[in-house]
């Protein structure tokens, strides 16, 4: 992937096919709220960070205001650690870095339910993917946009958009936590 297009494609997909939102976190709310806009600045879905908790927590939700996943931090690892957990409390992923990283940061999404992802990059600056089985699924850069604490998520047809970006979400959390 090499940005946000409208046109042409490889392979024969077309690029239009491919979803892409904006992400853009508001600093200053309380408890770290904010919307994720779709490739045409609509509201997509929102982000409740719950403030005053033992552990983070931030409720991942359709533009509706329906709960899709909460993501949570798990205490006492050895290692930086999310749940991303669906509605029935089931575990959707979990997030984890890697204890030893080379270059490049690595982390690691555990799907019970599906294939597990890896991704690599510079995650402190927004420049990364995620990969299944050696494929990327996911892009997510800065480079699309100019506007501070704004970064783009291009996502391959066929997954599962709002797991993606909770991912996405999880990691930025565990990132740039204070």
């Known amino acids: 992937m090499t940005g946000i297009r409208t046109e042409g494609g490889s392979g024969g997909r077309r690029d239009e096919d491919r979803h892409v939102y904006r992400m853009t976190q508001e600093l200053l709310s309380i408890g770290e709220d904010y919307w994720i806009e779709d490739e045409k600045g609509e509201k997509a879905f929102y982000v409740d960070g719950k403030a005053f908790r033992l552990r983070d927590t931030l409720i991942f939700k359709d533009a509706q205001g329906r709960d899709l996943y909460k993501i949570q931090e798990r205490l006492l690892k050895l290692r930086d ?34 294939n597990d992802m890896d991704i690599r990059g510079d995650i402190l600056d927004h420049e990364y993917r995620i990969d299944v089985e050696g494929e990327q699924i996911a892009e997510v850069s800065k480079k699309w946009f100019r506007v501070r604490d ?16 909770a991912i996405t979400t999880a990691i930025d959390q565990m990132a740039h936590e204070d």
Not at 81 to 101: E, F, H, R
Not at 150 to 165: F, H
């Open 150 to 165: 704004t970064y783009g998520v291009e996502i391959e047809p066929g997954q599962d958009n709002a797991l993606i970006l």
């Open 81 to 114: 650690t999310m749940d991303i957990i669906k509605p029935d409390d089931g575990i959707a992923a979990t997030v984890k870095k890697a204890l030893i990283t080379i270059l490049r940061d690595r982390w690691k999404v555990e799907v019970p339910d599906g």
